[in-house]
């Protein structure tokens, strides 16, 4: 176990091979870093020894040592446990080892070559890829990146741009406060709610569903070769839902438009609809996560 005496939010530079990676930013006045053995060989026991942990002024620096090219499917696996005060940050990468974080953060800057990364609340950004591997976020109060080559993507509320691809799994986004620029070749598009921007939101196999938030204008452009277009939005108040396989344009020009959204799918339905209740960051209400200090961060 190490352990600093630190008040203040890091950036934790990260560089993991196998196993999983376990970091919870809290209210703490230490810093704590734990890195064991997932299993009882030499080599395992050796690399967790290896490893390379030290606080550089901000930085915490936790490094697993690099293995030889042809051995990286072997690499000794380790669970690597970091405690570190609210809003830090995080950056690096991994290699086959599963990152899941907990707690509220500033920025997250992530490469994965294979492996899932969780994610909780940001206070900044989020740039988070993988070549293979579900990748999911809670609230980010800045703009969200994510991709994937094969694998679910899931964010809840995003106060800026969001832009998620994955060449093979779903995509689910809780509510865009910017544009969003989302595409899969085999999933679902899912987003709760969107009130301005641009929206492009693309699928070759799937459904798109879309809401759009109370009070908002917006152009609608779909096409689906496949499936069918439904909305329940209407130009002239009329409260009767078109359906359509064709491009539908009702509620198409608004007196005042605020949000643009295309959405094409070659063989599934597209359905827009208005949701329930406003994005969390509409009429332009601050992002919650942006309102918290690091010191008030649970």
């Known amino acids: 176990m190490y352990e600093f005496d630190r008040t203040e939010p890091v950036t934790l530079a990260l560089r993991a091979v196998a196993g999983i990676v376990e970091i919870d930013a809290g209210r703490d006045d230490t810093v704590r870093v734990e890195v064991v053995p997932l299993g009882d060989s030499p080599a395992a026991r050796q690399t967790a020894e290896s490893t390379r942990v030290v606080l550089d002024g ?5 490094a697993v040592p690099s293995p030889e090219r042809w051995r990286l499917r072997r690499a000794p696996a380790l669970r690597i446990t970091v405690r570190v005060p609210a809003g830090s940050s995080v950056s690096g990468d991994s290699s086959a080892a599963e990152v899941r974080a907990t707690g509220l953060f500033r920025d997250v800057h992530l490469k994965l070559a294979s492996a ?21 976020v809670g609230r980010v109060a800045g703009s969200a990146y994510l991709k994937s080559a094969s694998g679910t993507i899931r964010t809840g509320d995003v106060m800026g741009d969001v832009t ?20 899969t070749a085999s999933g679902h598009v899912t987003v709760g709610s969107l009130w301005r921007g641009r ?27 496949g499936g069918a277009t439904v909305t329940d939005l209407t130009s002239h108040g009329d409260s009767v839902p078109v359906t359509t396989g064709l491009p539908s344009h009702g ?34 209400t601050a992002a919650p996560a942006a309102n918290m200090t690091a010191s008030d961060a649970a």
């Open 116 to 136: 899932a990364c969780h994610l909780g609340d940001l206070l900044g950004d989020l740039h988070l890829s993988s070549a293979s591997g579900e990748l999911s």
């Open 164 to 183: 998620a691809k994955t060449a093979s799994g779903d995509i689910r986004i809780g509510s865009g406060g910017g544009s969003v620029d989302a595409g």
């Open 251 to 284: 509620d198409s020009v608004p007196v005042t438009t605020g949000l643009d959204v295309r959405a094409r799918s070659a063989s599934g339905n597209i359905r827009i609809h208005r949701a329930s209740a406003p994005g969390p960051y509409a009429a332009g």
């Open 58 to 62: 901000d930085t915490l620096v936790v």
């Open 199 to 225: 929206a492009r939101l693309r699928t070759a196999s799937g459904d798109i569903t879309v809401g759009i938030a109370p009070g908002t204008g917006v152009w609608l452009d779909l096409s689906t070769v």
